[in-house]
Antibody
Framework: EVQLVESGGGLVQPGGSLRLSCAAS????????MDWVRQAPGKGLEWVGR??????????DYAASVKGRFTVSRDDSKNSLYLQMNSLRTEDTAVYYC???????????WGQGTLVTVSS | QSALTQPASVSGSPGQSITISCTGT?????????VSWFQQHPDKAPKLMIY???NRPSGVSNRFSGSKSGNTASLTISGLQAEDEADYYC???????????FGTGTKVTVL
């Protein structure tokens, strides 16, 4: 059974930093691209960023709204995905989901999400 | 990253069929057969219901079906049940550097 478990969310002041983690199990983590998707309170879903697998050189892509501030990384030896968030803004307040990329242009399995609140 | 357009709400009575539209552009929905649909119950993670326009993952009821015409994709729920009451989001592949654009979301209410 595919499982994705996020952690690391919490309250942070504007301008601060936070690192989210996602522990994966139930599939061959190293084979898959992995993504982060967020959802602001009462709002829709927004794709945040992606990291490809080793075969595709672990390259990354980001939404314009977070580019230059957020960094997606992974550790295949630990079956873990990370999201380093710097220079946080109030508009970054959201539930952040770790999501498995099927490998054929769709997202299939989602974690339960972790809430990040940016507020003074 | 412009969102795909969905109706804010759709409602129906138990047993009826409803259809949710998802309108994009020739750069996303119109260019690729990579439209997916997700169901999200309150305070829960999204669940994949349809992928690649019309394919259902294992375990998803055959009451859910998808289609696409031009720049608009659609999700149809037939034999509406109380458990179908949820938010639904479409998404489409867009490009290698911006792989996923989501719809604005539709709240489905079972009357």
């Amino acid at each position: 059974e595919v499982q994705l478990v996020e952690s690391g969310g919490g309250l942070v002041q504007p301008g601060g930093s936070l690192r989210l983690s996602c522990a994966a199990s139930g599939f061959t983590f190293s084979d898959h691209y992995m993504d982060w998707v967020r959802q602001a309170p009462g709002k829709g879903l927004e794709w945040v960023g992606r990291i490809r697998n080793r075969a595709d050189s672990y390259t990354t892509d980001y939404a314009a709204s977070v580019k230059g501030r957020f960094t997606v990384s992974r550790d295949d030896s630990k079956n873990s995905l990370y999201l380093q968030m710097n220079s946080l803004r109030t508009e970054d307040t959201a539930v952040y989901y770790c999501v498995r990329d099927s490998g054929t242009y769709y997202l299939d399995y989602w974690g339960q999400g972790t809430l990040v609140t940016v507020s003074s | 990253q412009s969102a795909l357009t969905q109706p804010a709400s759709v409602s129906g009575s138990p047993g009826q069929s409803i259809t949710i539209s998802c309108t994009g552009t020739s750069s996303d929905v119109g260019s690729y057969n990579y439209v997916s649909w997700f169901q999200q119950h309150p305070d829960k993670a999204p669940k994949l219901m349809i992928y690649e326009v019309s394919n259902r993952p294992s375990g998803v009821s055959n009451r859910f079906s998808g289609s696409k015409s031009g720049n608009t994709a659609s999700l149809t729920i037939s034999g509406l049940q109380a458990e179908d009451e949820a938010d639904y989001y479409c998404t489409s592949y867009k490009s290698s550097s911006t792989p996923f654009v989501f719809g604005t979301g539709t709240k489905v209410t079972v009357l």
